[in-house]
Nanobody, 123 residues
Framework: QVQLVESGGGLVQTGDSLRLSCAPS????????MAWFRQAPGKEREVVAT????????FYANSVKGRFTISRDTVENIMYLQMNSLKPEDTAIYYC????????????????WGQGTQVTVSS
């Protein structure tokens, strides 16, 4: 059974930076695409950024474009989300997701999910 494990969340102040990491545990896992989603209290889970594993093509939600960077280490099989200039509206649980055969921007496009890591940005 493959599990995705996120790390790197925490409590920061407006303007600070954080880097989230996501790595699969369990059997060898080579995804076609991976993504970061987030879910704030009372809101639906939304896409933050996606990346095609082999080619590195990326997508960003407008709300994070220019502040967040998604990347991957193909040797260590780890995905990252560098978050700069954090704002209170970035406060959410951040989830990593992966799929073996497609890339998309909705929850239903991904078959594998992590448990989430809390990011809280104080004003």
């Amino acid at each position: 059974q493959v599990q995705l494990v996120e790390s790197g969340g925490g409590l920061v102040q407006t303007g600070d930076s954080l880097r989230l990491s996501c790595a699969p545990s369990g059997r060898t896992f080579r995804s076609y695409s991976m993504a970061w989603f987030r879910q704030a209290p009372g809101k639906e889970r939304e896409v933050v950024a996606t990346i095609k594993w082999n080619y590195g093509n990326t997508f960003y939600a407008n709300s994070v474009k220019g502040r967040f960077t998604i990347s991957r280490d193909t040797v260590e099989n780890i995905m990252y989300l560098q978050m700069n200039s954090l704002k209170p509206e970035d406060t959410a649980i951040y989830y990593c997701a992966a799929d073996l055969s497609r890339v998309g921007r909705t929850v239903s496009d991904y078959d594998y999910w992590g448990q989430g890591t809390q990011v809280t940005v104080s004003s």
